[in-house]
C-alpha cells in the first residue's frame, strides 16, 4: 500500500500541492515542474541507472492509474534500492523545489493507490528497497525495508520454524507492512493496532539527512528496537500520514506463537439486538477478556468477500442498490445475517478456555457464539474435498471457504480472499483491482451501541440515495474505539456512475463531519465533497 500521501495544501512540502500539469502535443509537461525535470534529468539517471529512473508516458500512465473516481499524473519515477540513494534524491529534489511522492508497493486501495496529492510529482516507489534486515527471535521483533510484502516476512517466519507471527490485514500477500502501519492500519490478532507495535522508523529528510526516532541511534544494544519512545518529545507521529519524511526503515514487534488460537463467531438479524452485543464486545475488550480486533460486518460486507455478488439476468440492475428482498435472499442463501462478529482468543489451553468462558456468559441470552480451531477448520475442508458438490450445499462450501481464510488472518497467514470485495458488483476483464472503482471511507466512532447504531442508520439511506449498497465492517482496533470500514464500489469506466459515486462519498463525508466522527484514514487524492 502507498504511504506517506501528500500533506495538505497548507502544510505541504515546498508550499503546497502542485498545479494541474498541462499536455504538450508529445504527451510532454509544460509547467514549472517539468521544466525542473528537465534540470535534474541527467542527476536522475546517473543516481538511478539501469533505467530506474523514468518520465516514459507508460510509466507516467501506469502510476496515474487508481481505483478513485479521479487521478493524477506524475512527473516521472524513482526506484530507489538502498538510503543513500534517498538522501542523494531528496537534496537533488529540494534543490529544485520539486514535490515527490512515497509509495511502497502501491496498494493503498480504495485510497489513492500510487497516486500523489496532484499532478507533477515525482513518484519515489520504495518496492525495491525490500530486505528483512533482521529476525529477532529472542525479543520477538523484525527490522524491515518498505518494500517488504506481508507475504514476503510471513513466508520467512514459516520457512525458519519461527516461533513468532505476523499480524496481517486483509490487504493481500503483496501488501507492504511498512506502508499500511504508516497509514496506522491494522489487523486481527492482539498485536492488531500495528502502529502501536512498531518502533525506530529510519526516515530521510528533504535535506538528506537521516535520524531514527525513539532509542535507535543507540547502536551498542537493541534497546532502539524494544522501546519506543527515547527522550523528550516523539516525532514517530510526524512521520504517519505525511510527506515529512521518506521512511526507509521499521522495527515491527512480532508476536510469539500462542499455546492455543480459537476463532469465535456470533451473528443476528435483529437489530437491538445487536446493539447489546457491540455493548458486551465493548465490555469484554476494555476488560481484556478479548485482546485482540473484533470485526462486526453487516450482510454486505460478508458477500462481496465471498463471491462477486453479480445480476441474475434480468432480476438485478446492478447499478442499484439491492432490494431488501434481494439482499434478503441472497444472505440467506450464502447462511449470513444482517450482523456477522468475528475475533480471535489468544493463550494456553487454560486462558483460552477460561476466555471462551466469560464470552459465552457476556452473550447469554443475547445470541449464540461458536468457537473453531484448526482441527474443524481442516474437517470442513476434508469434507468439501472428497464429497460431491450435489451433496454438499453450497452454503457450506462459502461457510468453508470463509473460515479457512478467516483462520488464516487470525494465524497471521495473509490472503488474497478479502480483495474480492473489490469486486463487489463490479468485476472488470482484467480481474484486478486497480480496474475497479472503489473508494473507503472510514471514521472513528465511541465504541458502543448508540454511536454504532447511529452511524449505520445515518450512513445507509445516503448511499442508498446515490443508488449504491453500503459494505460495513466495525472493528474495535481499541477498546474504546471503532473504525468502521465502509466502501463504495462502482464502474468508473461509467461517467455518471463515478460522478455519483463521488458525490455519494461527499454526502457521507458531510454528514460524518455533522455527527462528529472524522476519518481515521484519507485518501492521497481529495475526493470532492
Known amino acids: 500500500m502507498s504511504w506517506s500521501p501528500s500533506l495538505p495544501a497548507a502544510t505541504a512540502p515546498f508550499g503546497g500541492a502542485s498545479p494541474v500539469l498541462g499536455n504538450s502535443p508529445d504527451g510532454g509537461c509544460e509547467t514549472p515542474f517539468a521544466r525542473s525535470l528537465d534540470a535534474v534529468r541527467d542527476q536522475l539517471a546517473n543516481l538511478f541507472p539501469d533505467g530506474r529512473f523514468s518520465d516514459a508516458n507508460a510509466v507516467r500512465n501506469r502510476y496515474a492509474k487508481t481505483t478513485l473516481p479521479r487521478s493524477t499524473t506524475p512527473l516521472g519515477v524513482v526506484w530507489p534500492v538502498n538510503r543513500d540513494e ?7 529534489l529540494s534543490s529544485h523545489q520539486i514535490p515527490w511522492h512515497t509509495i511502497s508497493r502501491g496498494r493503498n486501495w480504495g485510497y489513492g493507490d500510487s497516486c500523489a496529492s496532484g499532478d507533477g ?8 528497497m525490500n530486505r528483512i534486515v533482521e529476525i ?14 506481508q507475504g514476503q516476512l510471513a513466508d520467512a517466519l514459516n520457512s525458519s520454524g519461527s516461533r513468532l507471527m505476523l499480524d496481517v490485514t486483509g490487504a493481500g500477500p503483496d501488501a507492504s507492512i511498512v506502508g499500511n502501519v504508516l497509514q496506522r492500519g491494522f489487523g486481527h490478532t492482539p498485536y492488531g493496532d500495528r502502529t502501536a507495535h512498531a518502533c525506530n522508523y529510519e526516515a530521510v529528510w528533504p535535506d538528506g539527512n537521516m535520524t531514527r526516532t525513539g532509542f535507535g541511534d543507540i547502536e551498542k544494544t537493541t534497546v532502539g528496537h524494544v522501546y519506543p519512545y527515547g527522550q523528550g518529545p516523539n516525532f514517530q507521529g510526524v512521520l504517519a500520514q505525511s510527506n515529512a519524511a521518506v521512511v526507509t526503515r521499521m522495527t515491527i514487534w512480532l508476536m510469539p506463537r500462542p499455546q492455543r488460537i480459537d476463532g469465535f463467531a456470533f ?19 476494555q476488560e481484556n477478556v478479548i485482546g485482540s480486533v473484533v470485526h462486526l460486518a453487516n450482510d454486505l460486507r460478508v458477500l462481496s468477500s465471498q463471491t462477486q455478488v453479480a445480476g441474475d439476468g434480468n432480476a438485478l440492475d446492478r447499478r442499484k442498490p439491492f432490494t431488501d428482498r434481494q439482499r434478503a435472499y441472497r444472505a440467506k442463501k450464502a447462511g449470513v445475517a444482517k450482523w456477522n462478529g468475528l475475533g480471535g482468543l489468544y493463550g494456553t489451553n487454560r486462558i483460552v478456555a477460561a476466555k471462551r468462558k466469560d464470552i459465552k456468559k457476556a452473550l447469554s441470552g443475547i445470541c449464540p ?8 477448520v481442516n474437517a470442513l475442508n476434508f469434507a468439501v474435498d472428497r464429497m460431491p458438490s450435489y451433496v454438499i450445499p453450497e452454503r457450506i462450501r462459502n461457510l468453508t471457504a470463509a473460515v479457512t481464510d478467516v483462520y488464516d488472518l487470525l494465524n497471521g497467514k495473509p490472503s488474497a480472499k478479502h480483495l474480492e470485495g473489490a469486486f463487489y458488483r463490479n468485476r472488470p476483464d482484467s480481474g484486478n483491482v486497480i480496474d475497479v472503482g472503489l473508494m473507503w471511507i472510514a471514521p472513528v ?5 448508540g454511536d454504532v447504531l447511529r452511524l449505520t442508520t445515518e ?44 458525490h455519494c462519498y461527499g454526502a457521507m463525508r ?16 481529495k475526493i470532492a465533497a
Open 369 to 376: 457464539v461458536r468457537f473453531f480451531r484448526q482441527r474443524h
Open 459 to 502: 450512513l445507509e439511506p445516503i448511499a442508498s440515495q446515490f443508488g449504491f449498497d453500503l459494505p460495513v465492517t466495525i472493528s474495535p482496533v481499541i477498546p474504546r474505539a471503532a473504525v468502521a470500514v465502509m466502501n463504495l464500489s462502482f464502474d468508473k469506466s461509467d461517467a455518471d456512475e463515478a460522478s455519483r459515486a463521488e
Open 445 to 449: 466512532i465511541p465504541f458502543r451501541s
Open 86 to 92: 534517498v538522501s542523494s534524491l531528496m537534496r537533488i
Open 267 to 285: 451473528k443476528t438479524d435483529d437489530l437491538s439486538v445487536f446493539a447489546r452485543m457491540a455493548d458486551r464486545i465493548g465490555k469484554l475488550r
Open 136 to 149: 529477532n527471535e529472542d525479543l520477538a521483533y523484525a527490522v524491515i525495508e518498505p518494500g517488504v510484502t
Open 510 to 525: 458531510q454528514r460524518l463531519d455533522e455527527m462528529g466522527y472524522p476519518l481515521y484514514r484519507t485518501s492521497s487524492i
Open 121 to 128: 510529482h515525482l513518484i519515489i516507489d520504495m518496492g525495491e
